[in-house]
Every structure is written in C-alpha cells, then in structure tokens.
T-cell receptor
C-alpha cells in the first residue's frame, strides 16, 4: 500500500528566512504525482505545488520549490523568504494514476509557524 | 460559484442523531470527493463520484455513512446514528476531469462536526 510520511509535526522559521518541510512516501509505482497543499486556519486546502514523477526537473512556484529525490522517495518543500501569510498546516499528498478513483493519499501534516 | 462551498460550516449534534453535510462543487467539475480529517491527522478518503457512474464507496468507514450526488452536482454526506468518533472536519473537493491524474482537486472550507 502507498503511504506518505511527514516526520515533522511542527516547524518554525523566522520571517524572511528559508525553511524546508520533509515528506517521504512509499510506492512500487514508477509513475505517480506528488503534491503539497497548504491549509490555513480557514481550513480550505490550497494547492501549493505539484510534481510529476517522470519529470527530472524539480517544480518551482515563486518562493516555493521542491527537492524531488525519486530513488530516495523523498519530496521536500522549500519555502524561501518566509512570510507571515505562509503560516499554516502543510500536507504532502500522493496520487497513483492507476487508481481508478485518483484519490490522494495524505501525510499527517506539518504545522509551520512564522516568527515575526 | 467561484469555488467549492460546504454547509453548514460547523455542526454540533448529540450522539445517536443523524446529520447531513452538503457540498456544492465548482460548476462543470465532473468529479467530487469527500474526505474526513480527524484532529492532527491527514485526510482520509471517504467516497468519490465521477459523472453519472456508480460512486466509489471504498473509503466509507461503516454503513452508517452514505452519500449521494444529485444531477451530477450537489452532494450530501449523511451520517446516521452519529458516534463521538465521527467528530472531525469533513472536506469536499471537486476536479474538472479525472482522466488527467495531475488535475488539481479544489477544496471547500469543510464542515466541522462535533458529536457530544
């Protein structure tokens, strides 16, 4: 079975600095998709970034980038120039395109605290 | 509407009562998902609807849980004879086309259910 593990329940970072959130996953598939979602106190999940496993290049979205290590099954999120609005729960998720329902498999989340 | 909406935002009920949670997906989105998020946990898949096909109910935790989707749009998740362990945030998501696995799921703000 596919699983997603986020080993950091909570992380804190000084405003304007860089922080990296860890995610590892377990799968026997060679093609899959990985996502980072942000959940602010409003509870609404917002997609931050996605990565397709067959792409070598790490995805980047403005201040957010990933370090995708396929062999190590690692998918970390780097947030540069942290801002107060980045404070939220961050969830790593996996999708197997062979699943008939395309459901997302989720990690337990990391709470990110931004110190002003 | 502009996004996925859910109602009510919060629901407090007594053990043994039935509850109905509503989800309005983004117009034109054919796929709809229900997830459950328990305190400090990631999301747990409950059920998936795709167009007019039979729903994938593989994630429903017991036969007290059921869901329907009328006219391929609005969905209702019903929990009968609620138990305290049903207390959680129930999130709904929709996506445009499920045959593209990288497609983003758009989430509603969830319903926080508290069973006393």
């Amino acid at each position: 079975a596919q699983t997603v593990t986020q080993s950091q329940p909570e992380m804190s970072v000084q405003e304007a600095e860089t922080v990296t959130l860890s995610c590892t996953y377990d799968t026997s598939e060679s093609d899959y998709y990985l996502f980072w979602y942000k959940q602010p106190p409003s509870r609404q999940m917002i997609l931050v970034i996605r990565q397709e496993a067959y792409k070598q290049q790490n995805a980047t979205e403005n201040r957010f980038s990933v370090n995708f290590q396929k062999a190590a099954k690692s998918f970390s999120l780097k947030i540069s120039d942290s801002q107060l609005g980045d404070a939220a729960m961050y969830f790593c998720a996996y999708r197997n395109p062979m699943d008939s329902n395309y459901q997302l498999i989720w990690g337990a989340g990391t709470k990110l605290i931004i110190k002003p | 509407g502009a996004g996925v909406s859910q109602s009510p935002s919060n629901k407090v009920t007594e053990k043994g009562k039935d509850v109905e949670l509503r989800c309005d997906p983004i117009s034109g989105h054919t796929a709809l998902y229900w997830y459950r998020q328990s305190l400090g946990q990631g999301l747990e898949f409950l059920i998936y609807f795709q167009g007019n096909s039979a729903p994938d109910k593989s994630g429903l935790p017991s036969d007290r849980f059921s869901a329907e989707r009328t006219g391929g749009s609005v969905s209702t998740l019903t929990i009968q004879r609620t138990q305290q362990e049903d207390s959680a945030v129930y999130l709904c998501a929709s996506s445009l086309v499920t045959t593209v696995p990288s497609n983003e799921q758009f989430f509603g703000p969830g319903t926080r259910l508290t069973v006393l």
